[in-house]
């Protein structure tokens, strides 16, 4: 069997067992294989495969009939242009991600940002993207999980920055030593039943998806943690789900009365990220 046959057998496979991007993924799964990149496979599209290669791919194929995320079948997940080690200790980065990258960089263009944290920070995505942005920042990376920590030092690693990028485990911002300029949180924002049993979600961390009854525990939660956390006309970018601006919002006027508060949509049209400017941290009433 050629690459081009496999590629084409594989694509039709998957689109009858409906999964997106057939093509895309068929392209990834036989690159992954036979640890080439997409312009190598284009250029030896008549290249026949070994018996070896045929058999690992159906078995890559398989899995990812399964439900099982491509990303997972093959450890690699682009964020920012850059890529990433992923394991089933992460969640996946999503492209809609990114806006938190583009939003943090808008703000250190316009004002003095020496220090940023990245809570939940999951493979590091976010936080090695700002690094290699912003190489004068000083970074700090928390998550709660060990599992996800060792997944972001491998990153860190990768992209030559740990030396900018401090790992912290804790809860949310408990684990800051200091108080910092930028507080950037990519929390579980889903609703815990909307979280499904089967299905490619399945597959990632409960921990980073699971937002409670109405999605915003966390973001409650990290919330209330804030006080001695930022520093003077500090600010904080949240990532939220569809349909979870206006509650945001209300959330936040309501815990930080005087503080400027704006939401941007991701290229979708979704309310994705919400930027808050304090000038006082108040409590919940």
């Known amino acids: 069997m050629t690459l081009k046959e496999a590629l084409a057998k594989a694509g039709e496979a998957l689109i ?12 990834l799964l036989l690159c992954h294989t036979l640890r080439i990149d997409r312009v190598q496979l284009y250029l030896e599209l008549d290249r026949k495969l070994t018996p070896e290669q045929e058999a690992t791919f159906w078995q890559f194929v398989n899995r990812r009939l399964k439900d099982e995320p491509t990303a997972y079948i ?8 850059l890529d990433f080690y992923v394991d089933p200790a992460v969640l996946i980065p999503r492209p809609e991600s990114e806006l938190l990258v583009e939003q943090a960089l808008k703000i250190a263009r316009s004002a003095p940002i020496n220090t940023i944290a990245d809570i939940g920070t999951g493979c590091g995505a976010i936080a090695i993207s700002l690094a290699k942005k912003l190489p004068e920042v000083k ?13 972001a030092r491998i990153n860190s690693k990768k992209h030559d920055v740990t030396a900018r990028i ?18 950037i949180a990519n929390l579980p924002y889903v609703r815990k039943r ?8 399945s597959f990632e961390p409960l ?3 699971d937002g409670g009854a109405a999605g915003l525990d966390k973001i409650r939660q990290l919330c209330r943690q804030l006080s001695g956390k930022l520093r003077p006309n500090g600010g904080l970018l949240l990532e939220i789900g569809r349909g979870q601006g206006e509650a945001v919002t209300e959330l936040l006027r309501r815990l ?9 949509p991701d290229l979708a049209g979704i309310k994705r990220a919400v930027r808050v400017c304090l000038k006082a941290v108040s409590r919940e009433r």
């Open 74 to 81: 093959t450890g690699r997940r682009e964020f920012y242009g």
């Open 166 to 183: 401090t790992l912290l485990q804790g809860n949310l911002l408990e684990a800051l030593p200091e108080p910092v300029d930028l507080i």
């Open 139 to 151: 970074i700090y990376a928390t998550d709660i999980s060990a599992e996800a920590l060792a997944v």
């Open 207 to 209: 921990v980073a998806l």
């Open 16 to 27: 009858k067992n409906n999964i997106e991007d057939a093509p895309l993924e068929s392209e």
């Open 194 to 201: 909307d979280i499904p049993k089967r299905g490619p979600l």
């Open 256 to 264: 930080f009365p005087s503080a400027l508060i704006e939401v941007t």
